[in-house]
Structures are given as C-alpha cells and as structure tokens.
C-alpha cells in the first residue's frame, strides 16, 4: 500500500492545471463496479468545467509527491439544478441550501488509509464556511444480481451512515452513460443521500 502524504483544496491556478488529471482518474476509476462507467477525455473536459467557473465549487486533491491520485469535488446543488430538479421535486428542500459533494475517485492502492473522510471533511468544512445548511451526493443503483457485481463487494453504506448521511426517500435522480461493453448510453437511477451540517 502507498502512502498519501498531503490533501488539500485546489483552488485557482492550481485547481485549472490539476482538471486533466481529475479527468483521468475519474475514467479509471469509475471504470470499475458498481459505475462500469466506458467514458472519454474530451466529455470529462466539458464536465470538469463548471468547477472552473464556479466560485463556490472545491476541488480536493489527494497526493503521492506531485502525483495526483485521488481527487473530490463539490458544488452547490444549484449549479446542477437543471440535473436534479426532478429528483428533489417532491421532498420540500430548498434546494439553495444544499452542497453537493460530487465524487470522490482514489486509486485502488490508496485507500483504506482515511483519505475517505479527509475528502468529506474538507468539502463539508467548505460547504459551512459558505452557510450551506446540508450536503448531499448520489450513489448508482445497481441490481445485486447484475452479471458483473464482483463476489466479495461492499457498498460503501456503512461508511457513508458513519458519517451521517441518510437516504433521502423518493430522491433518485436519472442519468445516461455508457457501461463497459455497451454500444450506447442508458439511463441508471442513482439514489440521494443527505445529511445536516
């Protein structure tokens, strides 16, 4: 196992030069189960970009010397009203009140050494500096009898209850990407997760 030796907010400069990598690492790493995820450069150039150009979103970066190896990131859920209004319409929240911890991708060597929670601390510290009220994310739903579920897979429930996140009933969004071996995109439901700050 590697160590990580710094995790930091990317902002500026640093945030703008880092986004490449961001984009590989989310390609390689949502490549696996449970995302399956077949994407490409230029489509995560064109996704990485609203964190550019937002003032309120963070980029968390996780690094082995100068190496990228993991990355956050975070917005608030404004800034993708547009994808989740339809999933939020029927729960009463105010959607300017929520931050939305976006994705965390590390690779595979260096987890299980609590870079996990150092990626939530610093979107959640960033979201209550700026008087968001709640975080949430959203996690794919895969069937459990999905052909390519590995044997010995965990979801990541446990952790993510630890850290006060609850399902949001009824609060399940739709989005389309290509899986592995598919010859298009199709639409999977990913569920909603919220907690208070």
Known sequence: MADVTDVRPLTGAALGAALDDVARLRIRVFH????????????????????????????????????????????????????????????????????????????????????????????????????????????VQRPTDHPLRPDLYRPLDTFWRARGYKPLPGAIAQFSWKDIGEEGETLKPLQFWIRDL
């Open 32 to 139: 696996a189960w449970p995302y399956l995820y077949d994407g490409d450069l230029e489509y995560e150039r064109k996704y990485l970009q609203s964190y550019r150009d937002s003032d309120k979103a963070i980029v968390v970066g996780a690094f082995d010397g100068d190496r990228l190896i993991g990355a956050s990131t975070g917005a608030p859920l404004t800034d993708h009203a547009d994808d989740f209004a339809a999933a939020f319409a029927d729960t009463g929240l105010d959607l300017s009140q929520i931050f939305y911890c976006a994705e965390s991708v590390l690779l595979p060597d260096y987890r299980g050494q609590g870079v996990g929670h150092k990626f939530f601390d610093r979107r959640e510290g960033h979201a209550r500096d700026l008087g968001f009220t709640k975080c949430a994310f959203c996690s």
